[in-house]
């Protein structure tokens, strides 16, 4: 079998994410978001979008590296975060369960971190980092969410 060029492969990557998120904005905040309280640091609704079309580039980016050139366990803990980022929405904006959706969040930034320490230092670190540190505030966000529309 032929070797694809490169930039295929990075269209599939792109593409795979893309599917993600799209299957994720099939979740759409709606009534039941704007009716829960939120902490005072939530971000305005256009950040979202905004952040999170950057980061799927960037995870692509990221996804494309690891397979390139990466072991088993780096690919695996890139799948899992992925198939995890794409199990939120459908968790909290879908299902309406903030607390399972909190567990998925924890999960993929566990997975993430993972993904990071077993990956060498180099171009996915600095790709993935951002994406660190965004559901680091998504996961504080979704707990606070949980904790104040819990009674």
Same mark, same amino acid.
């Given at each position: ?18 599917? /993600? ?12 978001y704007a009716h829960l309280?939120?902490? #005072? ?12 079309? /950057? ?12 397979f390139s050139t990466s ?11 992925? #198939? ?14 903030t607390g399972f959706a909190?567990?998925?969040?924890? #999960? ?42 819990? #009674?």
């Amino acid at each position: 079998m032929p070797k694809l060029p490169p930039y295929l492969t990075l269209l599939f990557f792109i593409l795979l994410v893309s599917s /993600v998120a799209f299957f994720g904005a099939q979740f759409h905040p709606g009534d039941w978001y704007a009716h829960l309280h939120k902490p #005072a640091w939530t971000p305005a609704n256009w950040v979202f979008p905004v952040a999170w079309s /950057v980061l799927y580039l960037m995870i692509a980016i990221a996804g494309w590296l690891i397979f390139s050139t990466s072991n088993a366990t780096t690919k695996r803990l890139w799948l899992i975060q992925l #198939a995890l980022n794409g199990l939120w929405s459908w968790l909290f904006f879908g299902l309406h369960l903030t607390g399972f959706a909190l567990l998925d969040v924890l #999960a993929m930034w566990l997975t993430t971190f993972m993904l990071l320490v077993y990956h060498p230092p180099g171009a996915v670190r600095w790709l993935m980092m951002p994406y660190l540190f965004w559901i680091s505030y998504a996961s504080a966000l979704n707990l606070a969410i949980f904790l104040l529309n819990s #009674a």
